[in-house]
């Protein structure tokens, strides 16, 4: 090879292929003395000469032949790894049996100016004193980070001593010295004890299995504390009488944290997943479960045995909106019941029906720190307060806590807030159910003391009475009472109503001169809300500034929750009267001898003719007119009977004992 010129390029490439040799074809800086194949090399090829060899190979068993034949270790010649397709572990084998430089084809790099780079590098850096050549690993190419290839590389004896470090440009910025400084150090003047004794441990298990080893550990840099992941393989040959291994390197941090957000993520759509079947199974307590506490009960139960939440409370509301403990799980009820006594704003979740969250990390309110010091088995990062509320009434409130911090982010919430309202809607539906399938019930009689309602100020101002006749819920969810007003006339009550705080909407429906009935709409309505416990209205009736109201509940019904409603909206409520009543069951045959004794014979065939002749039908059957004619009277007298017996029925179906009866 003595016709072999120095800085030449002999090309150990496959037959059929030659990309290499055709980039050096036109280009001045090196010359492609020869193009051999893998089986031609031989230690001929670079003894007594500084021929630089580049191996266009892709075949790990190929390169590592290759390289043995000439063993790279013991010349002074430049040998280089150049595939087109790089791999992990062709890198491994590289750099063990002794290449000086591995460079994968990049289209953004073209490999010829790399290559050459590479060689004018190695004449400038070369340092016999070391006694190992390596090369950079995977130089200065942020995409060979993408491709998972290594940017460090490192051999170092069994006693964990850098004999040789290369460092690419993009992870060189993270070390505040250079490359060769490392060179002579070792693990436990680099790392912390903990982490050299870690990476020692790893060298020695390579040497001591001869396979590889992978490893990620914590290093230090300049940009703060990044993870790594290392493949240690081993070198055949000693190096300065010890064994050693080939360190590659890779900076994982960002990797690591987007694992960790996808992760993260995870859990999250895992618990939104979690809480949906929660709910599900709550409104499936509607039919399964009696009573609130069964509902109530169940709810904390599925809680806590998710194994997402260390324990979960139900208070109730009691008077001024204090919070008292009513079930709870994750922990014995004296326990339970002393976290419900920390201030998680109860007050402000009772008022605005919007959960709130408080943690110890970044979201919500901040945790109270008592709740930081409790029992190990009940200390807790997070919590999550939610009302149990339907149709404007809160029933109670929902406390739930995690030992993860910020475990109740947005959707979390959004869940949390739907889940309160379901067990609203199942307790208020239980509620309903007692009521309507009870053979007895109990009557309740509650006295208000003045009032802020417009009918307070009514009987004050002009000694008069109102008496409520009817209320209910219209479509859009408005709700409308229909008050008898006596001892004063329609118009005035209309002109008071318009400027009264509590009236939002005021009609007057009949006028007399004595007496009037009025269609109102309160901006806070008592009867709404004590219909939504499941009470029936029997009677509300206000005089002389103080009001009566006659309520029929189920037996087992919490009549302090009733009093409660009522005090959030009168501030002086006392309860009178509690009386158990039988309610008479009256069978269908009952209720139609009832209407019929009602009618009069007139007004029985009135109704009859014009239910067949097709009066009601849209479009009718019948005019009124054609139904007069039918019974031989006139019209004005068919109207007259059709509208009497009309308001029988209705009589029997609206009014049988009761003022306001809402969802039946």
Same mark, same amino acid.
């Given at each position: 090879?003595?016709?072999?010129?120095?800085?030449?390029?002999?090309?150990? $490439?496959?037959?059929?292929?030659?990309?290499?040799? $055709?980039?050096?074809?036109?280009?001045?800086?090196?010359?492609? %003395?020869?193009?051999?194949?893998?089986?031609?090399?031989?230690?001929?090829?670079?003894? +007594?000469?500084?021929?630089?060899?580049?191996?266009?190979?892709?075949?790990?068993?190929?390169?590592?032949?290759?390289?043995?034949?000439?063993?790279?270790?013991?010349?002074?010649?430049?040998?280089?790894?150049?595939?087109?397709?790089?791999?992990?572990?062709?890198?491994?084998?590289?750099?063990?049996?002794?290449?000086?430089?591995?460079?994968? =084809?990049?289209?953004?790099?073209?490999?010829?100016?790399?290559?050459?780079?590479?060689?004018?590098?190695?004449?400038?850096?070369?340092?016999?004193?070391?006694?190992?050549?390596?090369?950079?690993?995977?130089?200065?190419?942020?995409?060979?980070?993408?491709?998972?290839?290594?940017?460090?590389?490192?051999?170092?004896?069994?006693? +964990?001593?850098?004999?040789?470090?290369?460092?690419?440009?993009?992870?060189?910025?993270?070390?505040?010295?250079?490359?060769?400084?490392?060179?002579?150090?070792?693990?436990?003047?680099?790392?912390?004890?903990?982490?050299?004794?870690?990476?020692?441990?790893?060298?020695?298990?390579?040497?001591?299995?001869?396979?590889?080893?992978?490893?990620?550990?914590?290093?230090?840099?300049?940009?703060?504390?990044?993870?790594? =992941?290392?493949?240690?393989?081993?070198?055949?040959?000693?190096?300065?009488?010890?064994?050693?291994?080939?360190?590659?390197?890779?900076?994982?941090?960002?990797?690591?944290?987007?694992?960790?957000?996808?992760?993260?993520?995870?859990?999250?759509?895992?618990?939104?997943?979690?809480?949906?079947?929660?709910?599900?199974?709550?409104?499936?307590?509607?039919?399964?479960?009696?009573?609130?506490?069964?509902?109530?009960?169940?709810?904390?139960?599925?809680?806590?045995?998710?194994?997402?939440?260390?324990?979960?409370?139900?208070?109730?509301?009691?008077?001024?909106?204090?919070?008292?403990?009513?079930?709870?799980?994750?922990?014995?009820?004296?326990?339970?019941?002393?976290?419900?006594?920390?201030?998680?704003?109860?007050?402000?979740?009772?008022?605005?029906?919007?959960?709130?969250?408080?943690?110890?990390?970044?979201?919500?309110?901040?945790?109270?720190?008592?709740?930081?010091?409790?029992?190990?088995?009940?200390?807790?990062? $997070?919590?999550?307060?939610?009302?149990?509320?339907?149709?404007?009434?809160?029933?109670?409130?929902?406390?739930?806590?995690?030992?993860?911090?910020?475990?109740?982010? $947005?959707?979390?919430?959004?869940?949390?807030?739907?889940?309160?309202?379901?067990?609203?809607?199942?307790?208020?539906?239980?509620?309903?159910?007692?009521?309507?399938?009870?053979?007895?019930?109990? =009557?309740?009689?509650?006295?208000?003391?003045?009032?802020?309602?417009?009918?307070?100020?009514?009987?004050?101002?002009?000694?008069?009475?109102?008496?409520?006749?009817?209320?209910?819920?219209?479509?859009?969810?408005?709700?409308?009472?229909?008050?008898?007003?006596?001892?004063?006339?329609?118009?005035?009550?209309?002109?008071?109503?318009?400027?009264?705080?509590?009236?939002?909407?005021?009609?007057?429906?009949?006028?007399?001169?004595?007496?009037?009935?009025?269609?109102? %709409?309160?901006?806070?309505?008592?009867?709404?809300?004590?219909?939504?416990?499941?009470?029936?209205?029997?009677?509300?009736?206000?005089?002389?500034?103080?009001?009566?109201?006659?309520?029929?509940?189920?037996?087992?019904?919490?009549?302090?929750?009733?009093?409660?409603?009522?005090?959030?909206?009168?501030?002086?409520?006392?309860?009178?009267?509690?009386?158990?009543?039988?309610?008479?069951?009256?069978?269908?045959?009952?209720?139609?001898?009832?209407?019929?004794?009602?009618?009069?014979?007139?007004?029985?065939?009135?109704?009859?003719?014009?239910?067949?002749?097709?009066?009601?039908?849209?479009?009718?059957?019948?005019?009124?007119?054609?139904?007069?004619?039918?019974?031989?009277?006139?019209?004005?007298?068919?109207?007259?009977?059709?509208?009497?017996?009309?308001? =029988?029925?209705?009589?029997?179906?609206?009014?049988?004992?009761?003022?306001?009866?809402?969802?039946?």
């Amino acid at each position: 090879m003595s016709d072999v010129l120095d800085g030449d390029i002999v090309l150990v $490439s496959p037959a059929d292929r030659g990309r290499l040799e $055709s980039t050096f074809e036109n280009d001045d800086r090196v010359t492609v %003395r020869r193009v051999v194949e893998p089986a031609e090399v031989s230690r001929s090829i670079v003894d +007594g000469s500084s021929t630089s060899l580049v191996l266009e190979l892709d075949d790990p068993e190929t390169v590592q032949t290759t390289l043995r034949r000439i063993d790279p270790v013991t010349t002074s010649s430049s040998v280089l790894v150049a595939p087109k397709a790089g791999s992990e572990k062709l890198a491994a084998v590289a750099f063990r049996n002794g290449a000086t430089d591995y460079i994968v =084809e990049d289209a953004e790099a073209p490999t010829g100016d790399r290559i050459v780079d590479s060689l004018q590098r190695r004449r400038a850096a070369t340092d016999p004193a070391v006694g190992v050549s390596m090369g950079h690993a995977v130089e200065n190419d942020e995409r060979l980070f993408e491709r998972g290839l290594p940017e460090e590389a490192f051999v170092i004896d069994e006693d +964990g001593t850098y004999l040789d470090a290369q460092i690419s440009e993009n992870a060189s910025e993270l070390y505040s010295f250079p490359a060769e400084d490392l060179i002579g150090l070792q693990f436990d003047d680099v790392f912390s004890p903990t982490v050299a004794s870690k990476l020692h441990e790893c060298v020695t298990r390579t040497i001591e299995t001869g396979e590889i080893q992978s490893i990620e550990y914590t290093a230090q840099t300049a940009a703060g504390a990044r993870k790594f =992941e290392a493949r240690v393989v081993l070198v055949d040959e000693e190096r300065r009488g010890d064994r050693a291994v080939v360190w590659l390197a890779r900076d994982i941090t960002d990797l690591r944290a987007k694992q960790e957000a996808v992760r993260s993520r995870q859990e999250r759509l895992e618990r939104i997943n979690e809480i949906n079947e929660v709910i599900k199974e709550v409104v499936g307590t509607v039919v399964e479960s009696p009573t609130r506490s069964a509902i109530e009960r169940n709810v904390c139960e599925r809680l806590v045995e998710s194994n997402l939440y260390r324990c979960a409370i139900v208070g109730g509301i009691g008077q001024d909106t204090d919070v008292f403990y009513r079930t709870g799980r994750g922990g014995t009820d004296p326990e339970l019941e002393s976290l419900l006594e920390e201030d998680l704003g109860y007050e402000t979740v009772i008022e605005t029906a919007e959960a709130r969250t408080f943690s110890n990390g970044a979201h919500g309110y901040q945790l109270p720190e008592s709740l930081g010091k409790t029992e190990p088995h009940l200390e807790s990062n $997070s919590a999550i307060v939610v009302p149990i509320d339907h149709d404007e009434v809160v029933y109670g409130v929902l406390v739930v806590l995690a030992t993860r911090a910020n475990a109740f982010g $947005s959707r979390e919430r959004e869940c949390f807030q739907l889940l309160g309202e379901s067990v609203g809607f199942s307790i208020n539906a239980v509620k309903n159910r007692r009521l309507l399938f009870s053979d007895s019930v109990v =009557e309740l009689e509650i006295r208000i003391d003045g009032g802020d309602s417009i009918s307070f100020d009514l009987t004050e101002e002009y000694d008069c009475t109102c008496s409520l006749k009817w209320a209910g819920v219209t479509t859009d969810g408005k709700t409308y009472q229909y008050v008898v007003v006596d001892g004063i006339d329609g118009e005035t009550v209309r002109q008071e109503a318009t400027d009264h705080d509590s009236v939002q909407e005021c009609r007057v429906i009949h006028d007399g001169d004595r007496r009037c009935i009025i269609e109102l %709409r309160l901006v806070e309505s008592a009867v709404r809300a004590l219909s939504n416990l499941g009470v029936t209205i029997r009677d509300i009736t206000v005089e002389d500034t103080v009001g009566t109201c006659i309520l029929d509940v189920p037996g087992e019904a919490d009549i302090r929750e009733i009093l409660t409603t009522l005090g959030q909206i009168y501030q002086r409520t006392e309860l009178v009267a509690r009386r158990e009543v039988d309610r008479s069951i009256r069978t269908t045959a009952q209720k139609r001898d009832r209407v019929l004794d009602a009618l009069t014979d007139k007004q029985l065939t009135t109704l009859r003719v014009a239910y067949y002749g097709g009066y009601f039908d849209w479009p009718r059957g019948s005019t009124g007119e054609e139904i007069a004619a039918a019974m031989d009277v006139a019209p004005p007298t068919m109207h007259q009977h059709l509208r009497k017996a009309l308001q =029988e029925l209705l009589r029997e179906f609206l009014e049988e004992g009761t003022k306001a009866d809402f969802g039946r």
